[in-house]
C-alpha cells in the first residue's frame, strides 16, 4: 500500500553531520504527520522528531538546536538535518508516516520504513 524508504545513514566522528531522507511511495492519498524514530541497542523506540504536513514541528529534548526535521509534501518526503552528531545519538533510525491511503474508501494508517543505521564515533 504505503512504502517508505530511508537514506542517508552511516558512520560519523563525534561534531561530524548527516542528512537522512525518506520518501513515501504508494496509495498515498495525503501524509499528516511525518516522524523519525531511532532505537539503541537496549533501549525503547523513542520519537527523535516529527512535523505535520503544514510544517510544525516538535523535537526530542536531546536533539533540540542539532536537529531540523523538514518536508516536501509534494515529493512525500521527509528529511532529518543532523548537526553536532554525539556519541549517544548512535541508533537505528525509523521513518513513520501517519497516511491517509487511497483505497476503496480513504482511510488512515501508519507505517515505518526499514530503518537506516547511525553510529557516531568519540
Known amino acids: 500500500q504505503v512504502q517508505l524508504v530511508e537514506s542517508g545513514g552511516g558512520l560519523v566522528q563525534a561534531g561530524g553531520s548527516l542528512r537522512l531522507s525518506c520518501a513515501a511511495s504508494?496509495?498515498?492519498?495525503?501524509?499528516?504527520?511525518m516522524g523519525w524514530y531511532r532505537q539503541a541497542p537496549g533501549k525503547q523506540r523513542e520519537l527523535v522528531a516529527a512535523i505535520t504536513s503544514g510544517g510544525s514541528t516538535n523535537y526530542a529534548d536531546s536533539v533540540k538546536g542539532r536537529f531540523t526535521i523538514s518536508r516536501d509534501n509534494a515529493k512525500n518526503t521527509v528529511y532529518l538535518q543532523m548537526n553536532s552528531l554525539k556519541p549517544e545519538d548512535t541508533a537505528v533510525y525509523y521513518c513513520n508516516a501517519d497516511t491517509v491511503v487511497a483505497s476503496a474508501t480513504l482511510y488512515d494508517d501508519e507505517f515505518w520504513g526499514q530503518g537506516t543505521q547511525v553510529t557516531v564515533s568519540s
Open positions: 504508494g496509495s498515498i492519498f495525503s501524509i499528516n504527520v
